[in-house]
């Protein structure tokens, strides 16, 4: 496991305060710590948000004005970057990335293991729901056949048999809708012939 990053903030002010010293800290001891093999974050005081590719940047043109002066033409930090290969530049750059993406990794595994918890629960109450509509509607349907066949065996002529199965038809179909059940196309083409 790679080693927590030292916290740097940047304020408003472009002042830097290095949380691990409880003091400010200067780019150039900034470019001492990266020699030294430390890795650092540096972050906006009241965003959050990661600034350590910019004030790196911001080291790396400060350390070649101050080469520039100091050593001859060619021989700044930006060179010697480049001659050292992309190591120092992975090691101080890419592991804080590295960090931030295997915490997103993990944060989008548990949301999706989350969502599918949750849509399986969902599943289940649905289909329990269904169930016991159902068994309602049959018992219904049961109930609504029992009077069909007293009314028909109570009343003589066949109008009023009629009218009771147009009432009994009306109810049913409100209890249906109601209930949300389709009637199919073949049940209704039975009803009508």
């Known amino acids: 496991m790679q080693p927590t ?5 940047r304020y408003a002010n472009r002042k830097l305060y290095d949380t691990s010293t409880s003091s400010y800290i200067t780019l150039e001891e900034i470019a001492g710590l990266i020699r030294d093999g430390e890795a650092l974050r540096i972050v906006d005081n009241v965003s959050k948000e990661d600034l350590t590719s910019v004030t790196l940047a ?3 043109v400060e350390e070649e004005k101050r080469q520039k002066r100091d050593e001859p033409r060619g021989a700044g930090p930006l060179r010697g970057m480049l001659e050292q290969g992309s190591e120092l530049l992975n090691r101080t750059l890419g592991e804080p990335v590295q960090q931030w993406r295997s915490t997103v990794e993990d944060s989008v595994a548990r949301l999706l293991r989350t ?3 949750r849509a399986q629960e969902k599943r289940q109450h649905l289909q329990a729901w269904i169930d016991q509509n159902t068994q309602a509607l049959e018992e219904l349907q049961a109930r609504l056949d029992e009077r069909f066949k007293h ?15 147009t009432t009994l038809r009306t109810r049913l179909d409100r209890i249906e809708a109601h209930l949300g059940i389709v009637e199919h196309d073949d049940e209704a083409s039975r009803d009508d012939g």
């Open 58 to 60: 911001q080291v790396l």
């Open 5 to 9: 990053p030292r916290i740097v903030k």
């Open 151 to 165: 009314a028909v065996g109570a009343v003589g002529p066949l109008a009023q048999i009629q009218r009771e199965l």
């Open 115 to 117: 969502g599918e918890d």
